[in-house]
């Protein structure tokens, strides 16, 4: 049986970042490793899942998996944010 997912695609600077959220059990992933993993920086993991608070979704029942390429750390967490919000707008 196929996964049902919402995709979309954030950009800023010189990042691109493909968002996919789907019915899960809260586990966030970027490019294979765990957001807190990959965006060390503080308040960047806050920064991003800001997007989830204001719509009111439960992280822990959502599964994100994200691309991100190019550009530096700010960037990408721009992009990642951007990419996430864009998903969540089209899974409502």
Request: proline residues 0%; without cysteine; positive net charge.
């Given at each position: 049986m196929a996964v049902q997912y919402y995709e979309?695609?954030?950009?800023?600077?010189?990042?691109?970042?493909?968002?996919?959220?789907?019915?899960g059990?809260?586990?966030f992933s970027v490019n294979g490793k765990t957001l807190e993993g990959y965006f060390t920086r503080l308040g960047d993991p806050e920064k991003i899942v800001a997007p989830l608070q204001a719509t009111?979704?439960?992280?822990?029942?959502?599964?994100v998996t994200v691309v991100v390429k190019g550009g530096g750390v700010s960037g990408q967490t721009d992009a990642v944010q951007l990419g996430l919000s864009r998903a969540l707008v089209v899974m409502n």
């Open positions: 979309a695609v954030g950009r800023r600077k010189e990042s691109t970042a493909r968002v996919r959220v789907m019915n059990t809260g586990q009111g979704e439960n992280r822990a029942q959502l599964d």
